[in-house]
Antibody
Framework: QVQLQESGPGLVKPSETLSLNCTVS????????WSWLRQPAGKGLEWIGR???????NYNPSLRSRVTMSIDTSKNQFHLKFSSVTAADTAVYYC???????????WGQGTLVSVSS | DIVMTQSPDSLAVSLGERATINCKSS????????????FAWYQQRPGQPPKLLIS???TRESGVPDRFSGSGSGTDFTLSISTLQAEDVAVYFC?????????FGQGTKLEIK
C-alpha cells in the first residue's frame, strides 16, 4: 500500500519561500503522477500542481509563477517550492498520488504551514 | 477553470436515514468519445486527509461500503448515502478531472441530526 508523508517547516515568514518534501513508501514512484494540494482552514481543496516520475510538471495557472516542483525517485521523494508567500498561503498542504492525472487515490496526512512574521 | 458548486453547504440527517449531496459543474465533464464523466467524490473525516470514494461519477472504490452511491451526468451529480452511519460524519467534496486545473467543490458538511 502506497504511503506518503509530508515534511517541512510549519512556519514561514511573509515574502519567503515555502519548501516541503513528500516521502513515498510502499511502492514505486515510476510511471506515476505526484501532486501537491492545499486546504485553508475550514475551506475547500486547491490543486497546486503535479510532477510525473520523469520530471515533467504541470502547475495550476493561478499559482504557476510561484511554484517549482522536483522529484528524486532514487530517494522516493518529491518536493514543492512556493515563493513569495503571504498570509493567504496559510493552509494544510497535502501531497498525493494522482492516478493517471485523474483522481487522487493516496494522500499524505497533511502538514500545516502558517505564514507569519 | 471549471467551477464546482455543491449543495447544501451543510446537512443534518438522522442515523439510518438517507443523505443526498449535490454537485454542479460550470460546464459538462462528460467526454463524448468514451461516454465517461470525469468526476469523483471524496470523504474527509475530521483531522484526516480526503479519501477517494467514487470515480467516473458512479464507480465505488474498493472497500467503500455499498451504501454510498454516485449518479448523474454532464453537469449535475449526486452522492447518496442510503442508511447513514455514525462513521459517515465528514465533509464531502466533488472533483472534476475533465480539464486542468482539476477543481473541487467547496465541500458539504454532513452531521447527525
Amino acid at each position: 500500500q502506497v504511503q506518503l508523508q509530508e515534511s517541512g517547516p510549519g512556519l514561514v515568514k511573509p515574502s519567503e519561500t515555502l519548501s516541503l518534501n513528500c516521502t513515498v513508501s510502499g511502492g514505486s514512484m515510476s510511471s506515476s503522477y505526484w501532486s501537491w494540494l492545499r486546504q485553508p482552514a475550514g475551506k475547500g481543496l486547491e490543486w497546486i500542481g503535479r510532477i510525473y516520475s520523469s520530471g515533467t510538471t504541470n502547475y495550476n495557472p493561478s499559482l504557476r509563477s510561484r511554484v517549482t516542483m522536483s522529484i528524486d525517485t532514487s530517494k522516493n521523494q518529491f518536493h514543492l517550492k512556493f515563493s513569495s508567500v503571504t498570509a493567504a498561503d496559510t493552509a494544510v498542504y497535502y501531497c498525493a498520488r494522482e492516478f493517471k492525472a485523474w483522481w487522487f487515490d493516496h494522500w499524505g496526512q497533511g502538514t500545516l504551514v502558517s505564514v507569519s512574521s | 477553470d471549471i467551477v464546482m458548486t455543491q449543495s447544501p453547504d451543510s446537512l443534518a440527517v438522522s442515523l439510518g436515514e438517507r443523505a443526498t449531496i449535490n454537485c454542479k459543474s460550470s460546464q459538462s465533464v462528460l467526454y463524448s468519445s468514451n461516454n465517461k464523466n470525469y468526476f469523483a467524490w471524496y470523504q474527509q473525516r475530521p483531522g484526516q486527509p480526503p479519501k477517494l470514494l467514487i470515480s467516473w461519477a458512479s464507480t465505488r472504490e474498493s472497500g467503500v461500503p455499498d451504501r454510498f452511491s454516485g449518479s448523474g451526468s454532464g453537469t449535475d451529480f449526486t452522492l447518496s448515502i442510503s442508511t447513514l452511519q455514525a462513521e459517515d460524519v465528514a465533509v464531502y467534496f466533488c472533483q472534476q478531472y475533465y480539464r486542468s486545473p482539476h477543481t473541487f467543490g467547496q465541500g458539504t458538511k454532513l452531521e447527525i441530526k
